[in-house]
Every structure is written in C-alpha cells, then in structure tokens.
C-alpha cells in the first residue's frame, strides 16, 4: 500500500486565486452614477449660466435701474406697498439697444411689508435719452394701478 503525503492526498484540493478583478469591476459602484449625473449637471449649469447672463442684462439696463429707483423713493409706491420696498429677481419682458436706439417693455416684480405687485415699465430710446411711456405700479388685490410719471390712478383697463 503507497501513501501519499497528506499535501498531494485526494481529498485535499487546492484552491487557486480567482483572478485579479479590473479596474471598472472593482469601481463600477460610483462611476456608473458618475458617469449619469455628469452630464446633467453640465447642462443645469448651463442653463443657469444662460438664464442669469439674462436677467443680469436686463437688471443692468438703464430702464430698470431708473424704474427700481422711482417706486423705491415714490411717496404713493411707499405707502401702497409698506416700507422697505424690496425687488423680485424674477424680471419679465425684454430690453433691446443698437447704436443710440432702444425699446424697453419689462414687468419687475416688487414686494413692500405690506403687498406686493408689479412694476410696469415701457420705455424707447433715440439719441441719447430713454422717453418712458409707461412706468406704472399695480399692486396685487387693487383694481387700479399708480402711473409713476404722473402721480395719477390708473385705471383697469389702462393695465
């Protein structure tokens, strides 16, 4: 009768390492989402960028620099809304300026510690000078407006 050692014995099997994992198998955990939110975090970011080069264009116009400037000094404005008048960021309409020449037609959202409302702004330029055609306040849950060119009541159906 031959003996094996017990190191070569059939029962004893040898265990062989598995071999070695790749890079993704041993990473695939955190790259796959990686790879998914890369890109829609590029493109939220460059929508972003668009819409806040926007509003910054349109808040740095002189219609709504002159516009924010009148309701916030406005005796009527003051009183209509409450004391401190603050600007909405969200600005509406659009602005447009080409050599000396330029329209402007902008709703700017406003809030006081009392109400809160809109603030109407149509203005044209030629030459050197923005003309304002209407620069109107309507405050949220009153019938009429305030024409902040002339100290006037608007009236509902002027909106």
Known sequence: MSTLPPSLSPATSVSVPPPPRGWFSRNWKWFVPLIVITPILLFTLFIGGIVAFVFGVMKSSEPYKHAV?????????LQALGSPVEIGS??????????????????????????????????EKSGAEWEYQKLQLWVDGESGGIDLLHHTPVAPEDK
């Open 90 to 123: 969200l600005v509406s309409g659009s602005t447009n300026e080409t050599n000396g020449i330029g329209q402007a037609n902008l709703s700017i959202p406003i809030h006081g510690s009392a109400h809160a409302g809109k603030l109407y702004v149509i203005a």
């Open 69 to 77: 400037q009148v309701v916030t000094h406005d005796p009527q404005a």
